[in-house]
């Protein structure tokens, strides 16, 4: 089974910063790495696929990168919207799918 | 709009039942692997399992957690999924989520496929108590 490891679990951000959260696979998944979001309350969301490409209706201010084993989030000019818990998942090599264990963007 | 409605959940003892579904629509489910994850209170995201299309088969693959507990089915016919609890116990209390695994474009025509989640549910709660 490939884990993912997400870090920080907790990044306290202001509005209109920019940050990068980490994912890490215990073994290489080449690019086949999605990126989700999930504000309280709701269901995830897609965002990146692929590791950098990002899905339907998802703003630019999100970008993905990585390969093999080190990944990254990046979302540009946080706002208010974009507070959420962040997860990336490998569909390399399943079953099992996995998950890392997210990370939570708050407001500082 | 494509949509999935997952119902079904409830309140059980340990060691009792419960069928979940989830309802498709603004989609060809027919097409598509489909994939149910649950999160318990808190917590992060739990690959539970998926069922393959009729093309492959129905195949199904689970969780170690949930083999031999946990039932995937799917009605074509009437666009629903099914995921069948059995024994539950105490740590299978959360949302369950229901979710279309899209075969990813990049490796379409390629000897192996890859499936990422692109649609999801909004969940259904199941509380063991």
């Known amino acids: 089974e490939i884990v993912m490891t997400q870090s920080p679990a907790t990044l306290s951000v202001s509005p209109g910063e920019r940050v990068t959260l980490s994912c890490r696979a215990s073994?290489?998944?080449?690019?086949?790495i999605a990126w989700y979001q999930q504000k309280p309350g709701q269901s995830p969301r897609l965002l990146i696929k692929?590791?950098?490409i990002t899905a339907t209706g998802i703003p630019a201010k999100f970008s993905g990168s990585g390969s093999g084993t080190e990944f990254t989030l990046t979302i540009s000019n946080l706002q208010s919207e974009d507070f959420a818990i962040y997860f990336c998942q490998q569909y390399d090599d399943w079953p099992p799918v996995t998950f890392g264990g997210g990370t939570k963007v708050e407001i500082k | 709009e494509v949509q999935l409605v997952e119902s079904g959940g409830g309140l059980v003892q340990p060691g009792g039942s419960l069928r979940l579904s989830c309802a498709a629509s603004?989609?060809?489910?027919?097409?598509?692997?489909m994939d149910w994850v649950r999160q318990a209170p808190g917590k992060g995201l739990e690959w539970i399992g998926r069922i393959r299309n009729a093309v492959n088969t129905y195949h199904t693959e689970y969780a170690a957690s949930v083999i031999g507990r946990f039932i995937i089915s799917r009605d074509d016919s009437k666009n629903a999924l099914y995921l069948q609890l059995n024994s539950l116990k105490m740590e299978d209390a959360a949302v369950y989520y229901c979710?279309?695994?899209?075969?990813?474009?990049?490796?379409?025509?390629?000897?192996?496929?890859?499936?990422?989640?692109?649609?999801w549910g909004k969940g259904t709660t199941v509380t063991v108590s």
């Open positions: 692929g590791a950098s």
């Open positions: 603004g989609f060809s489910f027919s097409d598509h692997f």
């Open positions: 979710a279309r695994a899209l075969e990813d474009p990049a490796y379409r025509g390629h000897h192996v496929s890859y499936y990422f989640l692109d649609v």
């Open positions: 073994q290489s998944v080449g690019n086949r």
